[in-house]
C-alpha cells in the first residue's frame, strides 16, 4: 500500500521563479485551495538527477492523487512541455498545461489545458496518466531508493549496479504498485 502524500513532506524548487509565471501561478494557487487541493508552488521531486525532472511549477495532492500544473507564459515556448512531460509523467497522475494566451494546440494528448486570465478555467481537463513506468523513470531515483524497493541492505545492494537494481525494480514489482512507489519516492512521502 501507497505512504499518504503529504505536501510538508515535498521539497522546494531551486529554481528562479519565473516573473511572467508569478501572477499565473498565484491565480491558480487560490482556484486550486478553493476546490480543496492541497497546492505546492515551486515544488521539486526528489530524483538523482535533473532539474527538468525534478522543478515543478505547481503541484497540487488530493486525495494522495498527485496533479502537476507546468505554467507558460505567452513569452514562453509551449513546445518545451512535451520534453518535460515525457520525463515526468510516470511520477504524476494527471498534467496540465496553464498558459495566460491562446494556444494554437496544446502539444500533448493526455495533458489538460487550463486559460488564466482575469479569471480560471478549465479548457480541457486531463486524462489520468496510468503506463507503466520506463525503466529510464526507475534509473532517475536514487540508488538507495532502488534497493529498499527490492528490500535490500545497503551491502546486499553494492553487488549491483543501478541499471541492475532498475531492472530488477521494474521486473518485481506490478504497473499499479511501481507508480505509487513512485510517487512515494519523489515526494518523500516514504522512508525510501
Not at 494557487?29 to 527538468?52: C, T
Request: aromatic share 10%; with cysteine; glycine share 2%.
Amino acid at each position: 500500500m501507497m505512504s499518504q502524500i503529504h505536501s510538508a513532506n515535498i521539497l522546494t524548487s531551486t529554481k528562479r521563479e519565473g516573473k511572467y509565471e508569478k501572477s499565473i501561478i498565484e491565480k491558480l494557487k487560490l482556484f486550486f485551495e478553493d476546490q480543496d487541493y492541497d497546492v505546492i508552488p515551486h515544488a521539486r521531486f526528489n530524483v538523482a538527477w535533473g532539474s527538468m525532472l525534478s522543478d515543478l511549477d505547481l503541484l497540487l495532492i488530493k486525495d494522495n492523487i498527485l496533479t502537476l500544473v507546468e505554467v507558460k507564459s505567452s513569452r514562453d515556448n509551449i513546445q518545451r512541455v512535451k520534453k518535460q512531460f515525457q520525463s515526468i509523467q510516470d511520477y504524476v497522475d494527471y498534467y496540465y498545461v496553464a498558459t495566460d494566451f491562446f494556444p494554437k494546440k496544446i502539444p500533448i494528448r493526455n495533458a489538460g489545458w487550463i486559460l488564466v486570465n482575469d479569471s480560471v478555467e478549465i479548457k480541457h481537463n486531463a486524462k489520468k496518466l496510468e503506463r507503466s513506468p520506463t525503466l529510464e523513470s526507475v534509473l532517475s531515483l536514487k540508488k538507495q531508493s532502488l534497493h529498499f524497493l527490492l528490500g535490500l541492505s545497503e551491502y546486499e545492494a553494492k553487488q549491483f549496479s543501478k541499471y541492475e537494481l532498475a531492472c530488477k525494480v521494474r521486473a518485481k514489482t506490478k504497473n499499479h504498485h511501481l507508480k505509487n512507489n513512485l510517487k512515494a519516492i519523489v515526494t518523500c512521502s516514504s522512508k525510501f
